[in-house]
């Protein structure tokens, strides 16, 4: 057995990093807190390279299974004799995978930082927000518990919201921040309830626990059950909701559009690569709870994420600020990645899909950072975010270009990039076992394919627009990192995940199916065709297209109105019709009461106090009167 | 000398002292050094409780000492703390030592205000340290007293109403609760015995559930009161936005915090049985708390109002954590009334140095104060995020000892109701994020603000040990929650004994 405890540094150098770049980092200078900043990423990444090659390649397996391995665990929390919650690192096949993607994306985005955010005003806050990104994303993809899971859950929302509201000074970026923070936040409810569920029935947080076939969670899958389904479905479709938050799917994708507010690096890193896809990495984690307990819940991951890649695609078609047409990117491809884990089955090639999902959510990782990290390099050189106010930047930015050139044919799955391979076995693993899915997939990839070279040809070919100031190549801190991912993006499809990353941790045969792969070229190119009619030259066709399919259009344009119908509910509902009823209820219905109590006193008091007015005339009177009185009722009643 | 004596005789020398000085700035450092001193002196108070329990004494209560102060009626003056109680006084210690800095700058009746504030502190000690019913109910009203005169006299707004209010509401509660503690006194002794006030005492026996069915809601009710239950709380806005700094500091972090202790010592310790029976009205009625309040801050204007409310909510999921009477569950309790109370702390302090620069709590005269006054507005991001329940800062660990015990209990009532309250943090994370966005971030509303200077050195010390609190309980919780949990252990027992369930 290899030794894994050094993997907690892996977490604890990126803490340390945050608190000190916090506290410090503005009495040592932006220069040493970017270099300081990205020396912590550099070693942590090697640390989690070391850990891949020493998981996969050099631990002997049990019996040709990939085992969990715990490498570090202590108990932070105690809740009842059974649950607490531990912090540890859990060391297995999609952990190993996750810290590779995540430094190395991280790694990356450091890198680039350096030279993108050059000379900004919160420099130095901004790499330990990095450093705090690292140290939450790390600390979540290494957890061996839920809860851990929960706690990094929470740490990555809030790094996204001050990386977000990063320039917070734009009421744009403020009002994207609080959105993204709020709808996470309500999607954690579900989760939170989830978690409480499950560890309920189960007396446990631990994963192994958990997903052990024979373990408590899918014992009881045909235990107590409440309106139809059994409490372990219920609570998976509660745990999937925060998944579904994180990972912006429908209807919680509002918060990813607008989140591009932040740092273009950033997006690249958090809202690209790593954090939209720990919903991914949570149904993977819980996957055969999933799989043999909840099916009913996995149903619903499968067709949520098919809906949403459909939906996101449709609108990335008609969107003009590039950051957006990649935000929307995402959603869809985040779509297929949820749909490939909700049509897998558990154990050998049944689990196709599971594989396929964990393989796409690396390549994407890998494109999709390069795309954003491309679109950083673009905005940098013309400071403009909508692409209808560029064109020909080909002879001006040639690095840029090729790369951004080398990521859309990836993620448009054109051979021999690693998107068609990771795609191609997504769209396998659909066929195998759902057909309205598959034919959902086969659509959008021709969308996909179409809108990216959309993309491209309006910002790299298109019109000749004149810019104020000729456009530069971005320097080599930026170029750098745009070149490795790109090597990334073109070799990645090369690893062979069904022998590493599989549902059950055995290695299974797998080899590309012609028979679906061949067609989705086809649609791929035809896509990229269509958009080179389009937009390739200046020419009025999606003018035109526009016009006859206004109001569709209109509809895709303007996000299904989705934003507008949360802004109801929000500011209408809840605002007005809740929260200020309420605040009015106890001004005037509640403490009006207590004050009435005091009011009634004092009046009686006052009435009561004349009693005692203090004249002596007054008191002669009362009295005489009152014996009078009496004098009277007695005489009365004596004589009557 | 019994140490937890100290914990009176200190800020009785330091009135004292206050009193004899002739000049401002010795008042203050004379109060400074009392309640450094009254830090330390619970520091050192937590370092021997752990030595005594690792030593392996398995006693309810430590450094007990018991004077006996009035034979006829058996009224003591008992001392004695366990794990709670240790903790709670630690979190007065500090709230004081913070709230002494934070009114640096009180130039009005300077030595009075100090003397009224360290009294109300007395109070409060005196309460924790208290087992025996009657010394404690002395020192609470010692604690409600000075509060008039503090909110009527330093204050702003309509001090006056809100002073009478706050005293009056919280006069009545406290007439009940002598009732429902004469209640308790009257039925200590079923075997003929002299009646007793000690609490130890009292536990052993079991009230006759008649008596019981009488005297729990009306200390629940009483100590209710001052926990701000729904629908007696409408002194806490009131109060709060009248009150200066350093009293609003002392009564949502500490005072509050009385209600909560009391409800579970005398409430529910003593009287497990109707507690159990009745708890259903309050789970409804703190768990509509839970809610209501942060529904309430949510459109508030007032940072003071914002923060009045939220307390209603926090310290609503106080009292309904101890209604859920099991160990997690309880523990969580403690936890969040430690969490509340400093990062509530934190929160006044903060106001009132916003205010003391701005001379306006509404939040739609200010903007952009992250750029102007980037220390205080970082710490008053911190205390948002400690409030809204971000793991690594103290208000994750306790809404999450609570929410997982309220949970344990297998029956739809409890759960749904926790389900009700567990929403709560979505509701929280809007109210939090609001004030933020409009107060701190954004371009500057206002020009006169820009000039502002950013924080004082004293202004420094009580904000940022009150942060370090937050922090140290959000990184390592397992400390305090294993000291409160062992404490909470043989209350437990006590309960299912004679109230298996």
């Known amino acids: ?640 | 000398m019994n140490i937890l004596t100290f914990f009176v005789v200190i800020p009785v020398l330091t009135i004292t002292g206050i009193i004899l000085v002739k000049d401002i700035k010795r008042v203050k450092l004379v109060a400074s050094i009392g309640m450094g001193l009254q830090l330390l002196l619970a520091a050192l108070l937590v370092v021997l409780y752990i030595m005594q329990r690792r030593a392996g004494n398995t006693e309810e209560m430590l450094f007990i000492k018991d004077f006996v102060w009035f034979k006829s009626l058996n009224i003591h003056f008992a001392l004695g703390v366990d794990g709670i109680s240790v903790a709670m006084i630690a979190l007065t210690s500090v709230v004081v030592f913070a709230g002494v800095f934070a009114s640096w700058e009180m130039a009005f009746l300077t030595k009075e205000f100090f003397v009224s504030l360290i009294l109300l502190a007395t109070g409060v000690f005196g309460f924790f340290i208290s087992i025996d019913l009657f010394t404690m109910f002395l020192f609470y009203e010692l604690a409600v007293i000075p509060m008039y005169l503090l909110i009527g006299v330093w204050g702003s707004g309509p001090k006056e109403y809100s002073a009478m209010k706050l005293t009056l509401m919280l006069m009545g509660a406290s007439a009940i609760l002598f009732v429902g503690i004469l209640g308790i006194y009257f039925h200590s002794a079923p075997d003929g015995e002299p009646l007793t006030f000690n609490i130890l005492r009292i536990s052993n026996y079991v009230i006759p559930i008649q008596a019981q069915r009488v005297f729990f809601p009306m200390t629940f009710v009483g100590f209710g009161v001052l926990g701000a239950l729904f629908p007696f709380h409408t002194w806490s806005p009131d109060g709060h936005s009248s009150a200066p700094t350093a009293v609003s500091m002392l009564h949502a972090g500490v005072l509050m915090k009385l209600g909560g202790y009391g409800a579970f010592r005398v409430a529910i310790f003593l009287m497990p049985e109707a507690a159990k029976e009745m708890s259903w009205i309050f789970i409804i009625l703190t768990s509509i708390s839970v809610i209501y309040g942060a529904f309430g801050a949510m459109v508030q204007k007032d940072l003071k109002y914002i923060n009045a409310y939220s307390s209603v909510s926090h310290c609503g999921l106080v009292l309904f954590a101890i209604l859920m009477m099991n160990k997690t569950a309880m523990t969580g309790a403690v936890l969040q009334m430690i969490s509340h109370g400093l990062m509530t702390a934190l929160f006044f302090a903060l106001i009132g140095m916003i205010y003391g620069r701005t001379h306006t709590r509404l939040i739609n005269e200010m903007g952009g104060l992250m750029k102007i006054i980037p220390f205080l507005s970082v710490c008053y991001v911190i205390a948002g995020l400690a409030s809204l329940g971000l793991p690594g800062l103290s208000g994750f660990v306790a809404e999450m000892t609570i929410f997982v015990g309220a949970f344990q209990h297998p029956d739809l009532f409890h759960r749904i109701t926790t389900i009700i309250a567990i929403t709560s943090i979505v509701i929280t994370a809007v109210y939090i994020l609001r004030v933020i966005a409009i107060l701190l971030l954004g371009p500057s509303r206002d020009n006169q603000y820009e000039h502002m200077n950013d924080a004082k050195w004293y202004e420094k010390i009580s904000t940022v040990i009150l942060i370090a609190c937050v922090a140290a309980i959000g990184l390592a919780p397992f400390w305090l929650s294993s000291m409160i949990g062992t404490s909470m252990q043989p209350v437990i027992d006590k309960i299912l004994a004679v109230n298996p369930f």
């Open chain 1, 1 to 640: 057995m290899i030794n894994f405890t050094y993997t907690v540094w892996i977490l604890i150098i990126p803490f340390i990093m945050f608190i000190f770049l916090g506290l410090a980092g503005h009495k040592i200078g932006p220069k040493l807190s970017g270099l300081l900043g990205t020396g912590a990423l550099a070693v942590i990444t090697a640390l989690s390279y070391i850990t891949a090659y020493k998981y996969f390649f050099a631990t002997p397996k049990a019996g040709d299974v990939f085992k969990a391995i715990l490498a570090a665990n202590t108990t932070w929390l105690q809740f009842t004799d059974k649950l607490h919650i531990d912090i540890g690192v859990l060391v297995d096949p999609i952990s190993v995978m996750m810290l590779i993607v995540v430094t190395t994306v991280s790694f990356m985005v450091h890198i680039y930082s350096t030279g993108y955010m050059k000379g900004e005003k919160g420099y130095e806050r901004y790499f330990a927000f990095l450093s705090l990104f690292s140290f939450s994303m790390l600390g979540l993809v290494v957890a061996p518990n839920i809860f851990q899971m929960y706690i990094f859950w929470e740490l990555v929302g809030v790094s996204s919201y001050l990386l977000i509201g990063f320039y917070y000074e734009k009421p744009s970026a403020v009002a994207a921040s609080k959105k993204a923070f709020i709808v996470t936040r309500f999607a954690d409810l579900g989760f939170l309830i989830g978690i409480l569920l499950l560890s309920f029935h189960t007396k446990t947080f631990d994963f192994i626990t958990l997903t052990d076939p024979s373990g408590p969670a899918i014992a009881q899958a045909g235990g107590a059950s409440f309106l139809g389904l059994s409490v372990i479905t219920w609570s998976m479709i509660f745990v999937y909701l925060g998944g579904a938050g994180k990972s912006a799917m429908f209807p919680f994708h509002i918060w990813l559009p607008d989140a591009m507010e932040g740092p273009t690096p950033v997006s690249a890193l958090i809202h690209a690569a790593t954090m939209v896809v720990a919903g991914v990495y949570l149904v993977a984690r819980m996957f055969p709870v999933y799989s043999l307990a909840a099916p009913v819940a996995l149903k619903v991951v499968a067709y949520v994420g098919g809906f949403s890649s459909l939906f996101a695609a449709i609108i990335a078609c008609t969107q003009t600020d590039i950051k957006r047409v990649l935000a929307y990117s995402t959603i869809s491809q985040i779509g297929y990645m949820m749909l490939a884990l909700g049509v897998s089955g558990y154990g050998g090639h049944e689990g196709l899909g599971y594989m396929a999902s964990m393989f796409h959510l690396f390549t994407h990782a890998l494109f999709k950072a390069l795309l954003f990290l491309g679109a950083g390099a673009i905005i940098h050189a013309v400071h403009t975010n909508l692409m209808t106010e560029m064109g020909g930047l080909r002879k001006y930015l040639p690095i840029t270009h090729l790369t951004f050139l080398i990521a859309c044919l990836t993620i448009a799955g054109i051979p021999p990039f690693s998107g068609f391979f990771s795609k191609d076995e997504i769209l396998a693993a659909a066929f195998q076992s759902n057909k309205i899915l598959f034919a959902v997939e086969y659509a959008v990839a021709g969308l996909t394919a179409f809108y990216m070279f959309r993309l491209y040809f309006n910002i790299f070919w298109g019109k000749e627009t004149q810019y104020q100031h000729t456009p530069h190549e971005a320097p080599f801190s930026m170029t750098i990192p745009l070149i490795i991912l790109a090597l990334g993006a073109v070799f990645a499809g090369w690893i062979p995940f069904n022998k590493l990353v599989t549902s059950d941790g055995q290695a299974f045969e797998s080899s590309i199916e012609w028979g679906v792969a061949i067609p989705s070229i086809l649609i791929g190119v035809l896509g990229i065709f269509v958009a080179m009619v389009m937009y390739r030259k200046e020419n009025n066709i999606p003018e035109r297209l526009a016009a006859t399919f206004k109001n569709t259009y209109k509809l895709a344009y303007h996000k299904f109105y989705i934003d507008e119908f949360y802004l109801f509910v929000t500011k209408k509902i809840i605002f007005r019709y809740i929260s200020e009823p309420i605040a009015w209820f106890d001004r005037h219905i509640i403490d009006g009461t207590m004050n009435s109590i005091a009011t009634v006193t004092q009046v009686v008091s006052f009435r009561i106090r004349k009693f005692q007015s203090g004249q002596l005339q007054q008191y002669a009177f009362v009295f005489i009167s009152g014996a009078v009185l009496l004098a009277v009722l007695m005489i009365y009643i004596w004589y009557w």
